[in-house]
Each structure stands twice: as C-alpha cells, then as structure tokens.
C-alpha cells in the first residue's frame, strides 16, 4: 500500500518559515525513480500545483507566485522530499499536498490528473 505523509504544516506570522517533509513508502519502484510533485489548496480554491522535483537529477520547477521563497528538495536515502518555504505571506494559506506521478517521467508535469499517489495533506497558516 503506497502512503505518502506530510508533516511540518503550522502556523506562522507573515514573513516566516517553515519546512514540509514528504515520506513515500510502498511505492512499486524506488523512490528515486519518481518525481514529486507539491500542491496547494486554500478554501474556495481548486488545487493548484506549486512545484516539483523531478526523479532524474533533481531538476525542480515552480509556478511564478512562489519562485524564489520555495524550495522543493529530497533525500532519496530516507524517501523523503521537503518544500521549505520562506517569507511566507498570508496568501500562502492553504492545505498543502505532496504527490508522485507514475515512475520516471520524462517532465514534472503540473496537472493534478496525472499524479497517482497523494499524500493526507497539511495545513499551513500565514498570519498577517
């Protein structure tokens, strides 16, 4: 049974930071055969891809709005993958997710459909 777990979600004043952590387990290949994909989904909102790190040399790719405050890393010996985020502003709010698509993708793909495995989420609160 594949499960992904989130931790490190909380809340934080505006400016802040905090670290999410991503531990695969029960995958069918190795963890380091997979992308990891991180999604975000505030109240009222669709669920919006934020950012990735792809299997294969550890290429990462962000949407515009968190570019540059995230980060998205992983240590494959643990299966884990982290997104750190920084100067975290109110509009950060949301629950946020951790996901795989099937193994070794040619791309980090940002639509939601074509990733298999999600994880239970975690809430991150920004105050202003």
């Known amino acids: 049974q594949v499960q992904l777990v989130e931790s490190g979600g909380g809340f934080v004043q505006a400016g802040g930071s905090l670290r999410l952590s991503c531990v695969a387990s029960?995958?069918?290949?190795?963890?380091?055969?997979?992308?990891v994909g991180w999604f975000r989904q505030a109240p009222g909102l669709e669920r919006e891809f934020i950012g990735g790190?792809?299997?294969?040399?550890?290429?990462?790719r962000y949407v515009d709005s968190v570019k540059g405050r995230f980060t998205i890393s992983r240590d494959n010996d643990k299966n884990t993958a982290y997104l750190q985020m920084s100067s975290l502003k109110p509009k950060d709010t949301a629950v946020y997710y951790c996901?795989?698509?099937?193994?070794?993708?040619?791309?980090?793909?940002?639509?939601?459909?074509?990733?298999?495995?999600w994880g239970q989420g975690t809430q991150v609160t920004v105050s202003s």
């Open positions: 996901a795989v698509p099937p193994p070794e993708t040619m791309e980090i793909v940002t639509s939601s459909a074509l990733y298999d495995y």
């Open positions: 029960g995958l069918t290949s190795s963890f380091n055969r997979y992308d």
């Open positions: 790190i792809h299997w294969s040399g550890g290429a990462t």
